[in-house]
């Protein structure tokens, strides 16, 4: 054993001197008191430290001060001067020192001071006392210690036997508290642990074979948490949640508990996060503000540690942008306070916000220059031309200037325009139409232009038409067909294209349909007279005519007509069904109550169909009850003739119920007597 292989703590420098091995002297015997710190015998200053040592311990009294004398000796009692006391003298020292003896030999040795040995010199009962102290603190340090103060003694030592089994103790100690790492997760940390035991130890066999086991296990354990986070990627959840119950049954509790709540965990979470994204991405498809900045606050809510992070990251700027959408929508429809309102809401974190502020920047000269007067326009100019030739709008603001410049000549003439027209006339109409037509086609302005002279040019037209349709509506008003006529005469002068011809047009269908009513009427009149006496057919002959004229009465008399005809079949229905019936059969009962029951409830033979399907319905019961004193089964089918709503069909029902109950009567229970055994 070298220097080196001695514990730290236990080493010369750190303890007692060379000489000074479990806490005795090398010189001294085992059994002797400890005099290291007594002056060699026979210097007289040791005698003199001796006494004086004693003499400390115990006080001398005065009496014995007297016997002192100025040399030093002592002066001898009387006692001793005699050869009687030198006789008790010589008796008690003898006995004194085998008591001395006999209690140093049976006094046991006291125990060594490990940390302070010299252990080159030390012996191996010394060294295997001491491993054993350090292992039993059972640390890795402590452990190994151990191992090293007793593997350097020679294989034919008689302690060897001994030795060798504390050894593959100590070296399976190592292995557990390596395991113990192993458990808590640490798998390199194991490892290293496993390595320290010395390679020439019997037990270092199982260290190859323990760490093949926890890389084995540590292997399925990372496969397994693999094939989870395969599955979550997937979002097949529920397979996730079964691969990752596998690791309970990994033998390690670290990926048993730790990392298997860890991506439990984990699954549930990236489950929470697709519900939130399913629910963002709803409520974006609804294009609604409110509901696409609740979307951004949910794909924002997705943790860094979600499997969805990166796809919810990839989502905020898209709803920012869907945003952007509405808000240029908005600027189509020349809405500009909305359209900047909401691009004003839109998040940072959409990462828009550059396009945003152009945005902003734009819509809002947009916005002045949709006032439609000159200082609007002035002022939209000023603001465009404020837009940095670094944003990406530059190019898009100077187009629109150049368009706010020309709209601003095309401004002066609409103005102009207007103000002539404000005045009424055909002849100020026309001087604005004309002051309107300056404006060029390819300018900014012409379209306003084209609807302002098409306004003014009906205000001429209905200056100009505007008398045709007032007398022609005093002509109608006395009502004659004549007057009609001459009404529709007059209206039809207003030529097509022109801006009343549609209400002259809807004026004269007016007319014509009610000249088509006076001359039609007497004609439908007759016709409901015929059907008033009971000629249906003649009233259908008369009126038809009219349905297929396409003339203002055609839909009435074509009512009329179908009205009369159901009456007709409700009457051959109701004589057929009475012609039926008198056959008295429950088949011929059943066909008369079906006939009956198509005639219409408008019908007034409805009433007297009533009345008649009851009769035929009570017919068919009796019928069945006969039946049912010679063959129950025959009477059965006859009662389920009778039709559901009619006034006898309930007491059939009941008819049926008895009969079937006579046909499968419920079995008698038959008494049972007790048994009586034969010990009774």
Request: glycine share 6%; net charge negative; hydrophobic share 40%.
């Amino acid at each position: 054993m070298t220097e080196r292989d001695i514990p730290e703590s236990w080493h010369p420098s750190r303890g007692r001197k060379p000489d000074e091995i479990g806490g005795f002297s090398r010189t001294q015997k085992f059994g002797e008191p400890d005099v290291s710190g007594v002056p060699a015998t026979g210097s007289s200053n040791s005698v003199q430290q001796l006494t004086d040592n004693k003499t400390a311990a115990y006080p001398i009294n005065s009496e014995s001060e007297k016997n002192v004398g100025v040399s030093g000796q002592s002066k001898l009692p009387g006692w001793m001067k005699g050869w009687m006391g030198w006789a008790l003298l010589l008796t008690l020292i003898p006995g004194g020192v085998a008591f001395m003896a006999t209690a140093m030999l049976l006094k046991l040795p006291s125990a060594p001071n490990c940390p302070s040995i010299f252990w080159p010199l030390a012996s191996a009962s010394v060294r295997l006392h001491c491993a054993q102290l350090a292992a039993t603190k059972q640390t890795v340090e402590d452990l190994l210690q151990a191992i090293a103060l007793v593997r350097q003694l020679p294989p034919d030592h008689p302690l060897r036997g001994e030795i060798d089994r504390f050894v593959e103790q100590w070296s399976r100690d190592i292995l557990k508290l390596a395991d113990q790492s192993f458990q808590a997760g640490n798998l390199e940390e194991a490892i290293a642990t496993a390595r320290k035991i010395p390679q020439d130890v019997s037990a270092y066999k199982l260290v190859d074979e323990q760490i093949a086991k926890w890389e084995a296990i540590w292997t399925k354990a990372e496969g397994i948490y693999q094939e989870a986070e395969a599955e979550l990627r997937e979002r097949r959840w529920q397979s996730a949640f079964m691969v990752a119950a596998k690791l309970v049954r990994v033998d390690n509790k670290y990926w048993a508990t730790t990392k298997y709540d860890q991506l439990n965990g984990i699954i549930t979470l990236a489950k929470e996060d697709v519900d939130k994204l399913g629910t963002a991405e709803r409520l974006a498809k609804s294009r609604v503000v409110d509901n696409l900045l609740e979307a951004i606050k949910l794909a924002q809510s997705i943790g860094q540690n979600s499997y969805l992070y990166q796809k919810a990251q990839e989502l905020i700027p898209a709803y920012g942008r869907k945003m952007l959408d509405l808000a240029q929508a908005k600027m189509k429809q020349r809405d500009a306070d909305t359209a900047i309102d909401i691009a004003r809401q839109i998040p940072q974190i959409t990462g828009i916000q550059a396009e945003v502020e152009d945005f902003i920047a734009l819509a809002d000269a947009q916005r002045s220059a949709w006032i439609g007067n000159i200082a609007g326009l002035e002022s939209a100019i000023t603001l465009a031309q404020d837009i940095d030739p670094s944003r990406p709008v530059y190019d898009k603001a100077q187009q629109l200037i150049t368009q706010w410049q020309l709209e601003i000549e095309d401004v002066a003439r609409l103005e102009k325009a207007r103000t002539l027209a404000s005045r009424g006339t055909i002849d100020d109409l026309t001087a604005a139409i004309a002051e309107a037509q300056m404006v060029p086609g390819s300018n900014p302005r012409s379209s306003e232009a084209r609807q302002s002279i098409n306004r003014w040019q009906a205000q001429i037209e209905t200056i100009e038409d505007q008398p045709y349709l007032e007398r022609a509506e005093q002509i109608a008003y006395l009502g004659d067909i004549n007057s009609l006529q001459a009404a529709i005469a007059e209206a039809s002068q207003i030529r097509p294209g022109r801006s009343l011809y549609p209400e002259a047009r809807r004026r004269i269908r007016n007319w014509v349909g009610r000249i088509e009513r006076i001359q039609d009427q007497p004609i439908l009149a007759q016709a409901r007279d015929l059907a008033q006496i009971g000629e249906l057919t003649a009233a259908i002959n008369t009126a038809r005519p009219l349905a297929s004229s396409g003339r203002s009465l055609a839909g009435e008399a074509q009512a009329a007509i179908d009205e009369w005809q159901g009456q007709i079949r409700a009457r051959e229905n109701w004589q057929q069904a009475k012609e039926i019936a008198q056959a008295g059969t429950p088949g011929a009962l059943l066909q008369a109550i079906r006939l009956a029951d198509q005639i219409s409830n408008r019908s007034l033979l409805r009433m007297d169909a009533n009345i008649a399907i009851d009769q035929w319905s009570q017919q068919i019961l009796d019928i069945a009850r006969s039946q049912g004193s010679s063959d129950i089964p025959r009477a059965i089918e006859t009662a389920r003739l009778v039709p559901r709503g009619s006034s006898t069909y309930n007491a059939a029902q009941d008819q049926i119920k008895l009969w079937q109950q006579l046909l499968n009567p419920e079995p008698i229970q038959q008494f049972q007597p007790s048994t009586i055994s034969d010990e009774q």
